[in-house]
């Protein structure tokens, strides 16, 4: 079980208030994805939800029952740091035992719970190694084993894969994905990487200076974002956003188009502009297209052979379909 | 660029620090080796010739120079067992944030720039005095009989004063070593289920060990040579004669250079004991 419920949880350092009143319902087995850029509270609220800061006002309530003022270690809850926090003059077999070795199981429990999370996750040939003689994957895999031995209610992830590199990222994404699966576990996971939350969230929580600005499936956030910040900030590349004119004619204040729905073409179109950079990932090519006179720069999302060249000329054409509407509150209009 | 020709010309530059470091650690150990194969005293005949290993055997079998070990022995534990363990306590209540800090802080190293012979003093005779003492205040306030310190309780009030001087050494080192603590591991430990003093067990001393046996190590090499807190205190009476201060009094008091030549030597072989046991547990550290 791990339903958690925050009920107007705010939170205030000295005078400023980082989180105001905020409601948000984490259901049984639900993977949340907290994602938004850096300062905007993210981290704050899942150390909330740990227990590491207390909330200044509301209530938290986990499995029903009000957990606000349990200390962290009760509420039943794991947490996996982005420094993963190993204890470095402990063997990797003491550091997934540790959480158990403080609840005082006997050793014969402590011992099967241990070889079966390193099973799981790979780390049986590794069970006597100290964390410093380990890769930044395999650290990070011991930190999810010292998570997954408890049991908990709910897994709390505070950006567990930004040291990691590029490719390992990819491959810890998955794993966490199939640990998920597997566990069917709670878990909270925050991120400032819109890639990251759209892939493994069940449900995504964007947040900007510590209020929701959305909730919903990451395909609800693509489709139907709520707002300017939440269309801008899912979608990669991003969201192009078009004002004036052009806008007046949909009737609205702004209105956003993907990059991946507008069409090229090199004879006719709705809009036209001029190439400027264009970056070739094999797959697909982005064009940034100049001199369009509808914004600065739109980016266009094109098949990987299109082969337009800086200074082309070329026309574009968006899908209707897909046209976000804006209103000058910067709120999408149905 | 560290050519053949660019390490010769290093040699060269480094040769006159080098040559005068050696005269300066030479001369004296020859001359100390030198002298406690001799029977020498100055004011009764001066040079009297070889005697061997006389001098090594008179020293040891002396019946000062076990009570002198003892002595350095209990000074040495002593002043490690308290500069270590306040020093952690201290450490950690300093780490917490509070207003004034800095202030506090050089307030803490203060007593580590006082000179040994003036803290020796201003503890000998602003608090330890029988009679005029800050501390015989303090027990007459009680009702209580003012200790004599210094001859009644010789021992303890000099481990007191010399582990007042090296407090805020151990207590400098360690808040360095608490600083360089990843707060995200207590904050995993805490989330683990650990008390703070399990926290502090499994997390915060094995993090300082290594700082603990820097510590140790710096505070034996100059403790075993302390000297100017029981010359101005006790004079070496009341069973506070150290090995250092036996020779000393062997030297200059019994004026028999030889024989305290021959306790200097000995001095120099424990000193090194001590720093070969001590860097290998440093060593053996470091690697880790």
Redesign the interface.
Known sequence: MGRIQLKSVTKSFGDVQVIPPLDLTIEDGEFTVFVGPSGCGKSTLLRLI?G?EDITSGSIDIDGADATNVP???RG???V???Y?????MSVRKNIA??LR??KLDQAEIDKRVEGAAQVLNLTDYLDR?PGQLSGGQRQRVAIG?AIV?EPAAFLFDEPLSNLDAALRVGMRLEISELHERLATTMIYVTHDQVEAMTMADKIVVLQAGVIEQVGSPLDLYRTPRNLFVAGFIGSPKMNFIEGEEAAKHGAHTIGIRPEHIAVSESDGTWSGVVGVSEHLGSDTFFHIHETGLAETITVRADGEVGFRHGDHIYLTPRADVLHRFDAQGLRIE | MATQHSRSVARLMMAPAVVLLLGWMLVPLTMTLYFSFKKYLPLRGGDLGWVGFDNYIRFVSSSSFWPAVQATLVIVIGVLAITVILGILLAMLLDQPMWGQGVVRILVIAPFFVMPTVSALVWKNMFMDPVNGLLAHLWRFFGAEPVSWLSEASMTSIVMIVSWQWLPFATLILLTAIQSLDSEQLEAAEMDGAPPLKRFYHIILPHLSRAITIVILIQTIFLLSIFAEIFVTTGGAFGTRTLTYLIFQRVLESQNVGLGSAGGVYAIILANIVAVFLMRIVGKNLDA
């Open positions: 740990a590491l962290p270690a009760k809850l794991a947490m740091f982005q420094s926090a190993l204890y470095p003059h540790f959480p403080m609840a100290r010292r408890r």
